[in-house]
């Protein structure tokens, strides 16, 4: 096995991870007092669990991190939130979609992450199927959440009609 490129891979993961965790954090921040204000605070505890799960496997496997990854996944996630929105002095609802969609991509590759390492168990007995079955098992869920989050962004943001009452959390006015 080449360990030194599954280093570099799980390194880049981290990065990935550690500006998925400010995200998500971000996203639930925002909108702790909307209708998904409890499932939008449960999906960033579980993406920190399972950046947990990353540095926990990384250690297991005897894989350094490498702070400036770390450091640059962080400044990373921190300037996409200077992106303009198409409006000037408040958040518009269109940067929930895109955090949403972001955030969701984070996810997907996290749950490539896990099937990799499960691919990767086959040759290396430091690593437990089982937990990579129960970690992708959860990303996958975590998309589906994220999915029918964007989903109800997209029918707020880019419609004609009266926003319902909730929807003041979507355009980020909450």
Not at 21 to 41: C, F, N, P, T, W
Not at 46 to 64: K, N, T, Y
Not at 106 to 134: C, F, I, M, P, Y
Request: net charge positive.
């Amino acid at each position: 096995m080449r360990h030194d490129l599954l280093g570099i891979y799980l390194n880049d993961h981290l990065a990935g991870s550690g500006a998925g965790v400010g995200l998500a954090r971000r996203i639930a921040a925002r909108h702790s007092r909307s209708v998904q204000g409890a499932d939008l605070h449960r999906l960033a505890e579980d993406i920190e669990e399972d950046r947990r799960s990353l540095l926990a496997i990384m250690d297991a496997l005897g894989v350094p991190v490498r702070r400036y990854k770390v450091l640059g996944g962080r400044v990373a996630e921190k300037a996409a939130g200077l992106k303009p929105n198409g409006a000037l002095y408040r958040r518009s609802g269109l940067s929930t979609v895109i955090e949403i969609e972001t955030l969701r991509l984070g996810v997907e590759g996290k749950a490539l992450l896990w099937r990799t390492l499960h691919a990767v168990a086959s040759q290396d007995d430091r690593l437990d199927a089982a937990r990579l079955d129960d970690l992708s098992a959860r990303a996958e869920r975590q998309i589906d959440l994220l999915e029918r989050l964007r989903m109800s962004a997209v029918a707020v943001v880019f419609s004609d009609g009266p926003l319902p009452l909730s929807a003041s959390a979507v355009q980020g006015t909450s």
